[in-house]
C-alpha cells in the first residue's frame, strides 16, 4: 500500500487540468505508471488514487454482491462517475467536468490532501472551511478513534 502525505496548494488551467506536484509525483509507486483513478469522495472533494491502489479497492468492491441491496447501492454509488486518468508528460491530469461540479470546484484553487493511498482534491475555499469545522476537543476524537483501533489488534 502507498503511504502518500503532504498538502498542496494547486491550480487548474483554463481546460480543468491539475498539474501533480513534483513532491507528490515523488512519492507514486512505479506500478501506478502514470494512470490514476479519480471518483466522488465521501464529503465534497473528488478522489485521486495511484492506479495500482484502484485496483486493490475494485477488486475488493467486485467481491460485494449484487443481490444485497447495500451493497449493491454502495457499488453503485461509490464508483459513479469513477474514471480513469493517465498524466501527460508535463505530469498534467484532464479533471472530469462532471467531478469538479460534484466538488463545487469552480475556482481555479485546488487543494490536495495526499494521506495513505490516495489524494483528495478540494477546492480551496471548501478546504478551509472543512478545517475550520475541526473538532472542538481533538485529543478526545483521537482518543475514541485511536483506543478503538488498539483494541482491536490486541484481538
Not at 52 to 60: H, P, Q, S
Not at 123 to 134: G, R
Request: aromatic share 10%; with cysteine.
Amino acid at each position: 500500500m502507498s503511504q502518500l502525505h503532504g498538502e498542496y496548494e494547486c491550480k487548474l488551467d483554463a481546460k480543468g487540468r491539475l498539474i501533480i506536484p513534483t513532491a507528490l509525483k515523488k512519492q507514486l509507486p512505479k506500478a501506478a505508471k502514470d494512470t490514476f483513478f479519480i471518483n466522488r469522495g465521501f464529503e465534497k472533494c473528488c478522489v485521486l488514487y495511484p492506479k495500482n491502489e484502484w485496483d486493490t479497492i475494485a477488486e475488493e468492491i467486485n467481491k460485494l454482491s449484487d443481490y444485497i441491496k447495500k451493497e449493491r447501492e454502495f457499488k453503485r454509488y461509490f464508483l459513479r462517475g469513477a474514471s480513469q486518468l493517465e498524466m501527460d508528460s508535463s505530469s498534467r491530469v484532464l479533471l472530469p467536468k462532471n467531478l469538479l461540479e460534484y466538488a463545487e470546484i469552480s475556482a481555479n484553487e485546488v487543494v490536495l490532501l495526499a494521506y495513505g493511498n490516495k489524494i483528495e482534491i478540494w477546492s480551496k475555499a471548501a478546504y478551509k472551511q472543512m478545517l475550520e469545522n475541526e473538532p472542538e476537543d481533538f485529543s478526545a476524537l483521537a482518543e475514541e478513534v485511536m483506543s478503538k483501533r488498539e483494541r482491536k489488534s490486541d484481538d
